[in-house]
């Protein structure tokens, strides 16, 4: 078991995409940088001077490649101090070091939320060395030495620790999108058989009438062409989005008016009225469910997360252009609101993209939220 643990960690990937260095760190650095010199010129007690800054100068300058190189940083910040320590020790010198080396705890917390595995376990090895040879340079207590090293140990454990939570997080989103992909293609599958379905009885009628009343064949031939064209699109766009995709739902599914079967009885809170306006007849039958699920999403967090929420209005608006979307409360913000918390917006944003439109959701500027959706008449899967 501990084995396999230990090959486990050993093989464990580098974290995807590290973020690259950004004003803060910089300004990290600069203050660090700042609060050495004054430390080495008002300070007494402290090693010889140029030690004293060697060692915080190797601990402060890694920090900016700290994401990108952690195995790298560690190395040359905790191997730098290491010489520095043996120098100390090798001279007699007395005196503390300064106390912006304490930056090393960042590194220690890099090294295990940026790193590989192998590049974890090879820092830690230096760490703890290094831990080793400072406590002979300054001698300390065992609890202070204990002490030294559960904070190194700490440090490291919690960026492992975000690591993992941010994996969990990013597989949770991807699944999220996962399942938007799923309905998408179960919806679009439903259009097809019923285009389908279509073309097979205007088939089986022109054949009927082919002989006695050939005008009405060839009007059946031109909605079975309609037809064909439209199976063909939703097929296409079918394909694009399929992502294994079992327990296909046969049930009709919902469009643009069936809307007012998100209204609630009355006296219910809140109370969701719901508005349709413009030019909403021949919507493509993937954009009409999707304007239905996203305001059945919206409302359903609009019930679960608006504080004091009363009322919840959907507005529908249709051009020759395409479709607007807006859902509004007037509920208080509550902790969840800040877009993070659950995947509903995950998926939301995910169908959005998926059928060439725009989505946005954020607080209003007075009070409640809002979702806007703007999705094209038509979609070719393209």
């Not at 046969?250 to 219910?268: I, K, M």
């Not at 719901?274 to 609009?302: C, F, H, K």
Request: proline content about 5%.
């Amino acid at each position: 078991m501990v084995t396999h643990v230990l090959r486990a960690l050993w093989a464990e990937p580098r974290p995807a995409n590290p973020p690259a260095r950004v004003s803060r760190d910089w300004a990290l650095v600069s203050l660090l940088t700042v609060w050495s010199v004054a430390e080495a010129v008002l300070r007494d007690g402290l090693a010889p001077l140029p030690l004293a800054l060697v060692a915080a100068l190797v601990i402060i300058a890694p920090l900016l490649w700290r994401r990108t190189h952690p195995l790298r940083a560690v190395v040359v910040a905790f191997g730098a101090l290491t010489m520095v320590d043996l120098v100390r020790i090798g001279a007699g010198t007395e005196g503390g070091l300064l106390t912006s080396t304490a930056a090393a705890l960042v590194l220690a917390y890099a090294l295990f939320r940026w790193g590989a595995g192998r590049e974890a376990v090879i820092g830690l090895g230096v760490i703890l060395c290094w831990l080793a040879v400072t406590n002979v340079a300054d001698p300390t207590s065992p609890a202070d030495a204990v002490g030294a090293y559960g904070f190194f140990l700490f440090s490291a454990a919690l960026g492992a620790a975000i690591r993992y939570h941010a994996r969990a997080r990013i597989r949770d989103i991807d699944e999220a999108k996962t399942r938007v992909r799923e309905q998408i293609a179960r919806e679009l599958h439903d259009t097809v058989a019923h285009h389908v379905s279509g073309i097979a009885i205007q088939a089986q009628a022109g054949r009927a009438v082919a002989v006695s009343d050939p005008e009405r064949a060839v009007e059946a031939l031109v909605t079975i062409e309609d037809a064909a064209t439209r199976a063909l699109i939703e097929m296409r766009a079918m394909v694009g989005v399929l992502r294994a995709s079992q327990d296909a739902e046969f049930a009709p599914q919902p469009s643009v008016a069936d809307l007012e079967r998100l209204t609630n009885g009355v006296g219910a809170r809140p109370h969701v009225q719901v508005t349709l306006s413009g030019e909403l007849q021949d919507l493509s039958p993937a954009v009409g469910a999707a304007i239905y699920r996203l305001a059945q999403e919206s409302i359903t967090n609009a019930r679960r997360h608006a504080r004091h929420a009363t009322r919840v209005t959907v507005a529908v608006v249709g051009n020759a252009e395409g479709v607007r979307l807006t859902v509004d409360d007037d509920g208080a913000p509550s902790s969840a609101d800040d877009g993070t918390a659950g995947y509903g917006l995950v998926g939301m944003q995910e169908r959005t993209t998926l059928l060439g439109g725009t989505f946005h959701a954020g607080p209003n500027a007075d009070r409640g939220w809002r979702v806007h959706a703007m999705l094209p008449r038509t979609w070719t899967g393209r």
